[in-house]
Nanobody
Framework: QVQLVESGGGSVQAGGSLRLSCAAF???????????MGWFRQAPGKEREGVAS????????DYDDSVKGRFTISQDNAKNTVYLQMNSLKPEDTAMYYC?????????????????WGQGTQVTVSS
């Protein structure tokens, strides 16, 4: 089992920035088998959508078109931590943000292929 703990959410005005963190805890064997880490978000009344993902080996990243150029996903493998730097935030970015881990390599932004989930952290962007 892998436990994911998110932090860094909050409320900002449009144009502002936030940095989300996701720390993974668990047996070394289980963490070693994680192939992909992702950030997802879900707004009230909407389906969960993939925001960004990163392959744990190699660091290849994928982004949803809505956040390209504004969000950056990164990882610190020594700390088993993934980050999501969010710049130029818009009111439509308001959602609960979830960190997730997958034992599979693809597809990177499809939440159905992720095995472990954090509890979520709220991001609210006001206009």
């Amino acid at each position: 089992q892998v436990q994911l703990v998110e932090s860094g959410g909050g409320s900002v005005q449009a144009g502002g920035s936030l940095r989300l963190s996701c720390a993974a805890f668990g047996y070394t064997y289980n963490i070693y088998n994680i192939r992909n880490m992702g950030w997802f978000r879900q707004a009230p009344g909407k389906e969960r959508e993939g925001v960004a993902s990163i392959y744990t080996v190699g660091g290849t990243t994928d982004y949803d078109d809505s956040v390209k150029g504004r969000f950056t996903i990164s990882q610190d493998n020594a700390k088993n931590t993934v980050y999501l730097q969010m710049n130029s935030l818009k009111p439509e970015d308001t959602a609960m943000y979830y960190c997730a881990a997958s034992r599979e390599s693809s597809p990177p932004l499809n939440h159905h292929f992720y095995n472990y989930w954090g509890q979520g952290t709220q991001v609210t962007v006001s206009s």
